[in-house]
């Protein structure tokens, strides 16, 4: 190894500043460059409810909202939420009063072991936002990237249809587009 490579060594290990904003409330936080949006969450904040199932990307659990739009934690480095409006499901709610969306999903039992429930509920909150999904195979589609081990898909599609309306006008976009 030579002395240049060794002198670059320790700014590997520099903690970077992030400032966002995280279930309503602005936060300053330091951040190695390789920490993941989970990792964050989990372990150095304890918001708990944003799951680490795949850790790759491929089942939703750890689905939670950057600036609306939903994303996998587990595949978004922290440093990418500079300035950022991070929802996870810890923050949905106002006050006592659960979201539409959450409400929904007790309603219908769209679960089961509920693992998968928080990246679920992020998910649906996201999809509601976007606009896009106007019917029950386009639900089914555009949440395909969200696993259900026990196979509560039928409930977690008929929550999220019922949601809709009530996530849209919630959010401002009224009926739908």
């Not at 602005?26 to 190695?32: G, M, P, S």
Request: net charge negative.
């Amino acid at each position: 190894m030579s002395a240049t490579t060794l002198d670059a060594a320790p700014s590997l290990f520099t903690r970077h500043s992030l400032h966002l904003t995280l279930n309503g409330q602005a936060r300053e936080l330091e951040v190695l460059p390789w920490t993941t949006l989970l990792d964050l969450l989990r372990e150095q904040l304890d918001l708990i409810g944003t799951k680490k199932g795949c850790d790759h990307g491929q089942c939703g659990a750890c689905t939670v909202l950057l600036n609306g739009k939903r994303v996998n934690a587990c595949l978004t480095l922290a440093v990418m939420c500079q300035g950022a409006e991070l929802t996870t499901v810890e923050g949905l709610a106002e006050g006592d009063e659960l979201h539409p969306m959450q409400q929904a999903f007790i309603k219908h039992d769209a679960f089961q072991c509920g693992y998968c429930t928080p990246g679920q509920i992020c998910s649906a909150v996201g999809l509601a936002n976007e606009g896009r999904a106007q019917t029950s195979g386009q639900i089914q589609e555009l949440m395909s990237g969200n696993l259900c081990r026990c196979g509560a898909y039928s409930n977690i599609r008929d929550a999220i249809e019922e949601a809709l309306p009530a996530c849209r006008q919630r959010s401002g976009q009224g009926g739908g587009q």
